[in-house]
């Protein structure tokens, strides 16, 4: 199959290589010289714009930072839909607003290509490993079309619903990923503040209704004050712009997703953005000190 | 062994009938007749008074609604520390503030009573399964002598730290339980308002990073808005009571926690007392109604 | 002086009735034709496009909904910036992003023109009477030479910063007033639901250190739970949206503007939004019930 | 008439003094022998226990701690309710829990003792100034005999209802303070954040909607970062502890209220509890630095 690749970065670079390995003919596109020579090295091929990426292919897929990169890419002139040709799958995988994946959705069917919002979770190594995990929003016909290409870079692979809707799964799991690093700050904050070793009182917590993935993988780490990432508090910050911004388009009130969104900005304002999202105990521990 | 047994209720009375199963000859007392008749049903003994109760006893077990219940058992003029032989092991299993376990424990060192905090999780379930969580607070030799019995009545049983520090644990845990079904309730606000089945959502929210025992138990009732108990919210709001406290006590701010006190109170107060704690999410929907 | 007036809503109509009074020459833009004629009917002049509007005039005023709407008004091909005479002092008395109005700012100065941004506070009453309160962003002289014209409008006109800085101020009044209208809400709930009569006791804020504004004139009002605008809850969950906005922007975490933020959503969840900010007592209520 | 003065710390020792000054007969009573040396050298007299200060008193006031020392004064063996007089009028100045108040003054009424919870506002000035806000609970005509001696320490005197009124809306009173000095600190941060000298802008504020008695006299100080109390941090932790106790013995949610209680505890966690509660503006920095 032959697959346009918008987005080589540190998500984008690994996802393309998964797909050349399964022997698919990737043409991969990206503002950065040195990516697409790195591309090119294991067996892609490679594209000095929008329209040469677009032109032959079967299926596209975007990694890229954020909404307005996303509109960008989709809508300039000589953008994604303005070269599409008809019954394209066009598959966006980057993290942006639901809002801005329905618009571009709704502008793609009008142009006969097909759209899906497949935002992803997992991490540079989940994308590395080809294990992430794809949350898909769009019609259920377009994700059985897309789910041959996307297994070669993810393990679980979810049709959630309609345009739209892996984005706000996507928010809906970073704020409770957020939200747990929160609570489980605040338990060792407390643990430690009462002269509690947190070693065997997160190991308690850990093995009862009190536990979660976050517990399992990070409590030693964050105990330890290790905070590598990982995931960056400085993407968590841009998640949580987002989930915040997808309560308001759904007009919801989420008070402690507010808190948490308020909590993972005051990370970002103490210098801690390329920390891992872990390190909200930072700032719970700077509340304190 | 002999044990005397303080507090039949709901969780006291088949933690209880567990030691007799075990062997132990178990006196036990209650405000209530019916729970004793209950208890001398299947083997136990039956005493009148406090004084009665810890008269021959080894080791005495006590499981009370709050502090007040608490201090009044171990201080009153005829209570448990009043008539302690010197060297008794006492196992204080109710909820209560770290600084009331404390306080007991160090009046009871002065009378040569070995104390201990060793509040419990997994409710009424793993009290008459005997799969209880305990958390254990006190001196080390202490824990040893009473690692035994309390084997009959749990299954992890973790020595978290000295006097108060089981307590303490267990108030981290409860505020950690209560965030993630705020956190669960939030997403699912989310989602629905967005136009997205929860279901599949929740099932990749499960399988990732924001994986927590919560919703690998919960996401289907909640979703199906069961609260049947499970964990009151009565209790839970008496717990974050404790948390709140705790932090104060140490002098900690714990904003999350905050908050999560307020939207328990909040169940409460819009009369959720009765049900499940992950009726939170009628909270966070009352607030959006 | 000749005098662009873009906008002639709720706000902008009685804005620009001011200044026909005051001998200028308005020429009014709306999109509707009602608003239109009910300027012409006390003596303004009307004009059917942007580029009519702007064509004579020395000074063009905009007071519109939102940040979409000044971008469309000041960026569109037949917009103000297209058609605005070098010189021109450009006073945008929206209420919007900062980020936007310096935006709007830096590109009207490229085209030599004067923007400044003007927000207002004071709402409907103000207008009407001439005693906005005017928060002013942009460069000194500009503002020397907007002084005079909004002197028409409003009594309290204050130089607060560069451009944008109009914007910001404006934004920290709204999260202030939403903040202590929660507060007293909150205080309300507390009195009443401990069975005090809230009337003397707010009687006592109000003349002490807790006194503010909103005791003074909205006490009495919020006590009998009426809610008639006044400033309208869908208008404050747009400035909101601003501050939280703002916040973000300036790379600041405000915990208490994050949280004044949702309960003014949940007031608009509620279907609330047309009722008095005031209202957000109905959500604390809510909350409670 | 005969006074009965116990606690003559920096608030009691001068309204002792005024009521001395108003040639009232009174009988001071400290556990600091220089504090009733201090009385003593401008006309009062003294005693050396709680019985002989109640012996011969028409009327006992109390300016104590907190609750525990209130309980302790009433209720011990050698205390006041033990050596009251039939008919004597005992007002409780100090800020309490309004549980507290209730549980005195029901145990008083037991004994003919006419009690009133009247906590003040206005602070060592107010006290030294004879300007205090006073806020009183219980019966009508208990207040009425109590006015006169009330109008020589205060200026505002209001009957604000039942037993434990006057401490609720006290605690209603220092909810609605604290929330606006935060609010108002994170308009300082907002502005400041986003190159804004706060100066202009919160005078802006000060003269509308946003205004405050709070904006009027701290604004400048805030700016300057002068946090010389004035009412200290520690204080005002106390008083929230006091507010988010009555709001749970009330059964009610106060999210706003919850998350003032949290940044003063951050407060004093940082160290700066000795500092005016304005000082609330060093939590919101640190937050983002």
Chains 1, 2, 3, 4 share one sequence.
Do not use: C, W
């Not at 960008?72 to 066009?90: S, T």
């Not at 502008?107 to 989940?126: I, M, N, Q, T």
């Amino acid at each position: 199959m032959n697959i346009g690749f918008i987005g080589l970065g540190i998500m984008g670079s690994p996802m393309a290589a998964n797909l050349v390995r399964a022997d698919h003919t990737v043409v991969g596109y990206d503002v950065s010289a040195e990516r697409l020579a790195a591309l090119a090295a294991i067996g892609g091929k490679t594209a000095s714009s929008i329209a040469e990426t677009v032109a032959g292919a079967d299926v596209v897929i975007t990694m890229l930072p954020d909404s307005p990169q996303v509109e960008e890419v989709a809508f300039a002139g000589d953008g994604l839909l303005a070269h599409a040709k008809p019954g394209l799958l066009y598959i966006d995988t980057s993290t942006i607003r639901p809002e801005t994946s329905r618009k571009v959705a709704q502008a793609a069917a009008a142009r006969d290509v097909h759209a899906l919002d497949a935002p992803v979770s997992g991490g540079e190594r989940g994308a590395v490993d080809g294990t992430l995990s794809i949350m898909v929003g769009g019609r259920a016909e377009d994700f059985e079309a897309a789910r041959q290409v996307l297994s070669h870079v993810g393990t679980t692979i979810v049709h959630v619903g309609p345009y739209g809707a892996g984005q706000t799964v996507k928010a809906a799991n970073q704020l409770v990923v957020g939200g747990i690093y929160g609570l489980v700050a605040e338990a060792i904050v407390l643990l430690e503040a009462s002269g509690v070793d947190p070693g065997p009182g997160l190991d308690v917590l850990a093995g009862g209704l009190a536990g979660s993935r976050i517990l399992e993988l990070k409590r030693h780490s964050m105990i330890k004050r290790e905070f590598t990432p990982g995931f960056r508090i400085d993407l968590h910050h841009k998640d949580m712009g987002i989930a915040t911004a997808a309560a308001r388009e759904a007009g919801v009130s989420l008070p402690l997703t507010g808190m948490v969104a308020q909590l993972i900005a005051a990370a970002r304002a103490q210098g801690h953005g390329g920390l891992d999202h872990s390190a909200l105990l930072k700032v719970i521990e700077r509340i304190n000190s």
